[in-house]
């Protein structure tokens, strides 16, 4: 600490002047002995006291903040424990709207894997690659039980990251003879379409990509609906990502009140998703009520799959990573 300027003005609230010092700093008529800056008594090389730091910051984060704001950026701890993969985990991660393009993704995250037995730090992640595959595989999971049986055609709406996760797990798993993508940008759409290993239609308009698709998958930053429900076919799924905050919308109310609703969590849907939140939609099940088959699929009709994304599958791929990484050395 030795070196660090005071806060300009600051002034503690005792010292430790001599009674006759005059100093006038509350608490020097007593001689408290508390340590103190900008004072008589005190050399003014000496560095502040440590409870001057902690109160100079928040003093610049109140008068940085308005009365009923709050900052846009977010930061979000995301732990789990899993007894089966014997596995703990914590995932931070960072979220900021951009306003315009930018190279720096939207979501960044960090994974931390601790030995669950003593709690010593086992290894540091790239959460944001974890974050991209592991809500698709689950998107993939959902796909593979609410889809209709004969899915020829797969849409994506966004271009981000996300986007690209989604696609190479689906084109991997599963096989569609038409992919369609839309983006806002079409700069975009038209670069994710060169860029990855397959025939891709970009589309001019949402409308366009989504008519006639049987899976459909939301990976968007959108705040207001961006797909309708009369431009979907009936029996088509949709795998909505996006809308991650109670305020957002990427689906209206038409599709989400007239399709069945799958969600990775009740609790988080219901505090979280603005699509399910705005539109008073009911939630059906949870996914993994239906892979334990509590609950059935019903591909017939047509299905919505709500993913925000759970710790817990942060926590089984961080592990997955790590073991395959032990193995190999």
């Known amino acids: 600490m030795r070196g660090v300027p005071p806060p300009p003005g600051y002034r503690s609230g005792a010292c430790d002047c001599p009674p006759a010092s005059g100093c006038g700093t509350p608490g020097a008529a007593a001689g408290c002995g508390e340590p103190s800056v900008n004072h008589p008594g005190r050399a003014a090389s000496q560095p502040p006291p440590l409870p001057a730091l902690p109160e100079a910051a928040w003093r610049r984060w109140w008068a940085a903040v308005p009365e009923g704001a709050q900052p846009c950026p977010f930061l979000g701890v995301m732990p789990a424990y899993s007894a089966a993969d014997d596995a703990l985990t914590t995932k931070l991660v960072t979220f900021y709207e951009h306003k315009k393009d930018s190279s720096v993704p939207s979501h960044q995250a960090t994974v931390l894997l601790f030995d669950p037995r003593n709690g010593s730090l086992k290894a540091v992640l790239d959460g944001s690659v974890i974050t991209a595959k ?144 705005l539109s008073g ?49």
């Not at 047509?302 to 817990?312: N, R």
Request: charged share 20%.
């Open 134 to 277: 592991r809500t698709a595989a689950v998107s993939a999971i959902a796909t593979k039980l609410l889809m209709p049986a004969f899915a020829e055609v797969l849409c994506i709406l966004g271009a981000g990251v996300q986007a690209y996760s989604h696609y190479d797990i689906f084109t991997e798993l599963f096989t569609f003879k038409e992919v369609r993508i839309w983006n806002r940008t079409k700069e975009k759409a038209v670069k994710f379409a060169n860029s990855v290993n397959g025939p891709v239609q970009v589309c001019s308009s949402a409308q366009e990509a989504v008519t006639g698709a049987d899976v459909i998958i939301t990976v968007t930053m959108a705040t207001t609906p961006i797909l309708f429900g009369d431009w979907v076919k009936p029996g088509a799924h949709i795998n909505a990502v996006g809308a991650s905050r109670p305020d957002w919308r990427e689906l209206d109310d038409e599709l989400m009140k007239n399709s069945v609703l799958f969600v990775d969590s009740r609790e988080a849907a219901l505090t979280e998703s603005g699509d399910v939140i």
């Open 281 to 329: 939609a009911e939630i059906f099940a949870e996914l993994g009520e239906v892979v334990k088959g509590t609950k059935p699929a019903l591909p017939e009709k047509t299905t919505v799959f709500k993913s925000l994304g759970m710790a817990v599958e942060d926590t089984v791929a961080a592990k997955f990573v790590y073991d395959s990484w032990s193995a190999g050395n």
